[in-house]
């Protein structure tokens, strides 16, 4: 088969390394990649939002199948526009209709979905600016602290969690009168829970489902969790805590419901779901889902299957998924991210990478990395993700560390406690 994935982080780089691997791969192409996705296959020069670009690209290329890794052309209906063009609409897009992508697009569709299907997920209220005083009286009915969510995208930084009540109050005001733009139209408050994060995956063709490995990823840009969010800054799989006894009740209380949520509201969704869940006392609960893979969780996700990974996006294609079987690494995998000085507010690019060619026994996969005249250059907030193997937790971190120290750019900083509340 040909393919396109489109993207350009470590997630899209790690995709690339599996599809790579596969027999079934003849041409693998990234639009727009990076500096590591172009040693996987050929990178083409169209955003992945480009959609008439794309067009014309797949059908020169005859490109067999489209796999979508972020979720920008997704919530803009890159599915639909495939599936409504008679030139396109037999070349299969992995990742949900526009309706589907609603799950990440909107928090309170998905808050919404969630409560038609009894999932488990925080008590919350929908409100916009006319709804105000009725937001205030929410906020004052719950315990602090207040978490207060744009509905809309807004690249990871819609979510607010604050701990009095009068600058909840504050805020959501702030929210209603656009301090977030068109994303805080609405805004979703919600109960805080308290837990242990960890993200399930899972691939579906709309009528089955298959639970990737699970992961836990490290948001905060310093240690021990404190700093702002970033989009991650490592990854370990397995989960310690997501046990059988945890991951039965995830799938029988979230998977099962979502699956058959979306089949019974006639929802076409063939492709990823991420479950960003809290793990409260043993009950798994939906802090969010995504409608793609997480990074850097994919870094260590496709590390840990074993299955031909081409074969399984292609039963989605086929819509005969249930007929595929997927086997996991029993190692586990670590991943450390490297990000440019600064990050995650403002910070340069360009800087020269050394050292690249020194590591050994980690695989480095490129998130914000661009090649410039015969050198590798920092591109992007994230830039490498330093992932291993290890018989447990530790030994993939130590290997990670221990690389991560000769990848070398000007204003290269990590997080050192990778892993450091899991057992
Ligand atoms: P999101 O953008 O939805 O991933 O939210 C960002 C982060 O905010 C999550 O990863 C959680 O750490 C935190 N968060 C979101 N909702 C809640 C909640 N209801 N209770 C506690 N933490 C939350
Ligand atoms: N690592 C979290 C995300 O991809 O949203």
Redesign the pocket.
Known sequence: MNILLLGSGGREHALAWKIRQSSHTERLFIAPGNAGTAREGVNVSIAATDFPGLKQFVLQEAIDMVVVGPEEPLVKGIYDFFKNDPELNTVPVIGPSQAGAQLEGS?DFAKAFMQRHAIPT?AYMSVTKAGLARGIAFLQSLEPPY?L?ADGLAA?K??L?IRELDEAIRELERMLNGSFGKAGETVVI?????GV?CSVFVITDGESYKILPEAKDY?RIGDGDTGP?TGGMGAVSPVSFADETFMRKVEERIIVPTIEGLKKEQIDYKGFIFF?L?NVDGEPWV??YNCRMGDPETEVVMMRIQSDFTALLHGIAEKNLAGKTIVFDPRYAATVVLVSGGYPGDYEKGKTIDGLDETSGSLLFHAGTAAKDGKTVTNGGRVIAVSSYGNNKDEALKQSYRNAEIVRFEGCRYRKDIGFDLE
């Open positions: 928090k925080a978490v969510k990871g819609g979510v969690i919600e109960e805080f829970l308290s994060e948001k969010n960003g809290m802090i969010e």
